[in-house]
């Protein structure tokens, strides 16, 4: 048989075919870029416009207006403000929902009055890829966001030593729970005042208004449950707490990094006006300081010279109003929910059930006068119980009982 001994040319032809290879590897890899790239961009403007809507689902008994058109109009303004590859985004669908974390599940619900998430899904058509023009069909890229409108809170970075009874919360929830019909039994029993704190009664105290959310505390000794009923005009013992916490949730024993603050009256004091916060969370175990505390409660809570720097109100006006910087009523607090492990009084030990935050509204430096018919006790707080803040858990600001968050 004979052979070609002339191969001249041959090169040619192998390079025709490698550069048709090598092109199609190079376009399949730019391709497959930019479809990535797409991609991320599409998560991003999904996450964004999930966000957006659960923050219109808050609060609760509005949820995004008839038919959720708010969260809808939200979701599509912000997710369209993000584009993919230069061009807009394009929004599927909105579906409201409920979030189960413990099974990190999204069901969805046609009510939006019982959603406690939304789902969003955005896609866009990659008609700007090599592929396309070899005439090979271009896929639809899709990405998908849900976000938690009430998340709970579960820690704190920054916490200063104010903390009230878990039972005084339940209290003012039990009442609408009871109005509402879905409480059974009587609202002031120990099981019904030291149940947990259940994802409607998040939405529920998220429906609830100023006024139901109100509550008033004082300093001054008390059992917590039957001295007198927690929510009543005066519940007894506002029971300061010292920080660090002693045992965290995981069983570590303080010291845990930080500093002991010691554990008089003027540490208690510098804690509260700020000098130190320290980290806290659900599970803790708390020292209950003994005594009232009356004093150094209201020498830290006022601001005392016009230089001070760390203080909770700028003033206190004689009708008991909490001045802030800004010369209104109202500075929000920090505050850690407690139960107590034994007794109520003196020296003890309690645990932290919640997390959360309270709008001071007012705290009176002196006793009322009985004769006018002032019944408030020195040093008797009246606060805001706050289901949602804008600085999130997180900080120097207040914390919340629930947060906006992403899930998926």
Request: a neutral charge; hydrophobic letters at 40%; one cysteine or more.
């Given at each position: 048989?004979?052979?070609?001994?002339?191969?001249?040319?041959?090169?040619?032809?192998?390079?025709?075919?490698?550069?048709?290879?090598?092109?199609?590897a190079?376009?399949?890899?730019?391709?497959?870029?930019r479809?990535?790239?797409?991609?991320?961009?599409?998560?991003?403007?999904?996450?964004?416009?999930?966000?957006?809507?659960?923050?219109?689902?808050?609060?609760?008994?509005?949820?995004?207006?008839?038919?959720?058109q708010?969260?809808?109009d939200?979701?599509?303004?912000?997710?369209?403000?993000?584009?993919?590859?230069?061009?807009?985004?394009?929004?599927e669908s909105?579906?409201?929902?409920v979030?189960?974390d413990?099974?990190?599940?999204?069901?969805?619900?046609?009510?939006?009055?019982?959603?406690?998430?939304?789902?969003?899904t955005?896609?866009?058509?990659t008609?700007?890829?090599?592929?396309?023009?070899?005439?090979?069909?271009?896929?639809?890229?899709?990405?998908?966001?849900?976000?938690?409108?009430?998340?709970?809170?579960?820690?704190?970075?920054?916490?200063?030593?104010?903390t009230?009874?878990?039972?005084?919360?339940?209290d003012?929830?039990?009442?609408?729970?009871?109005?509402?019909?879905?409480?059974?039994?009587?609202?002031?029993?120990?099981?019904?005042?030291?149940?947990?704190?259940?994802?409607?009664?998040?939405?529920?105290?998220?429906?609830?208004?100023?006024?139901?959310?109100?509550?008033?505390?004082?300093m001054?000794?008390?059992?917590?449950?039957?001295?007198?009923?927690?929510?009543?005009?005066?519940?007894?013992?506002?029971?300061?707490?010292?920080?660090?916490?002693?045992?965290?949730?995981?069983?570590?024993?303080?010291p845990?990094?930080?500093p002991?603050p010691?554990?008089?009256?003027?540490?208690?004091?510098?804690?509260?006006?700020g000098?130190?916060c320290?980290?806290?969370?659900?599970?803790?175990?708390l020292?209950?300081k003994?005594?009232?505390?009356?004093?150094?409660?209201?020498?830290?809570?006022?601001?005392?010279?016009?230089?001070?720097?760390?203080?909770?109100?700028?003033?206190i006006?004689?009708?008991?109003?909490?001045?802030?910087?800004?010369?209104?009523?109202?500075?929000?607090?920090?505050t850690?929910?407690?139960?107590?492990?034994?007794?109520?009084?003196?020296?003890?030990?309690?645990?932290?059930?919640?997390?959360?935050?309270?709008?001071?509204?007012?705290?009176?430096?002196?006793?009322?006068?009985?004769?006018?018919?002032?019944?408030?006790?020195?040093?008797?707080?009246?606060?805001?119980?706050?289901?949602?803040?804008?600085?999130?858990?997180?900080g120097?600001?207040?914390?919340?009982?629930q947060?906006?968050?992403?899930?998926?």
């Amino acid at each position: 048989m004979r052979r070609l001994k002339n191969r001249k040319g041959i090169f040619i032809v192998l390079f025709g075919l490698l550069f048709m290879v090598l092109m199609a590897a190079s376009a399949m890899a730019i391709d497959m870029s930019r479809i990535w790239t797409m991609r991320n961009e599409l998560q991003t403007a999904a996450d964004a416009g999930a966000l957006a809507g659960a923050v219109q689902m808050n609060p609760p008994h509005q949820r995004g207006g008839p038919g959720g058109q708010r969260v809808i109009d939200s979701v599509t303004w912000m997710a369209k403000r993000n584009f993919a590859l230069y061009d807009t985004v394009h929004v599927e669908s909105v579906h409201p929902g409920v979030w189960d974390d413990a099974a990190q599940t999204f069901t969805d619900v046609v009510n939006w009055n019982n959603a406690t998430a939304v789902q969003v899904t955005v896609s866009h058509t990659t008609n700007k890829l090599i592929m396309g023009a070899l005439g090979i069909a271009t896929p639809t890229i899709k990405a998908r966001a849900t976000a938690w409108a009430n998340a709970p809170v579960d820690n704190s970075n920054c916490m200063k030593p104010w903390t009230m009874p878990y039972t005084v919360l339940m209290d003012l929830v039990n009442r609408r729970r009871v109005a509402d019909g879905t409480l059974t039994g009587d609202p002031d029993s120990f099981e019904n005042l030291t149940r947990d704190f259940t994802d409607y009664d998040r939405q529920l105290l998220g429906q609830m208004s100023e006024p139901e959310r109100t509550f008033t505390l004082k300093m001054g000794s008390g059992q917590g449950l039957t001295d007198p009923v927690p929510g009543s005009t005066m519940p007894g013992n506002f029971q300061a707490v010292q920080l660090p916490r002693h045992w965290s949730a995981e069983g570590t024993v303080w010291p845990d990094g930080t500093p002991s603050p010691g554990g008089g009256a003027q540490e208690y004091r510098s804690a509260i006006e700020g000098t130190q916060c320290f980290p806290l969370g659900v599970g803790d175990i708390l020292d209950v300081k003994p005594g009232d505390m009356v004093g150094p409660t209201l020498q830290a809570v006022e601001k005392e010279n016009p230089g001070d720097l760390n203080y909770i109100c700028a003033s206190i006006a004689s009708n008991g109003d909490c001045m802030n910087d800004g010369g209104t009523a109202g500075v929000d607090i920090k505050t850690a929910f407690h139960q107590c492990l034994s007794g109520c009084n003196g020296a003890t030990t309690v645990t932290v059930r919640m997390i959360g935050s309270f709008t001071l509204s007012k705290m009176y430096k002196t006793q009322g006068n009985a004769q006018q018919g002032e019944t408030w006790d020195k040093a008797q707080i009246v606060g805001i119980f706050k289901p949602l803040a804008s600085t999130g858990p997180v900080g120097a600001g207040p914390t919340t009982i629930q947060k906006i968050i992403l899930v998926r």
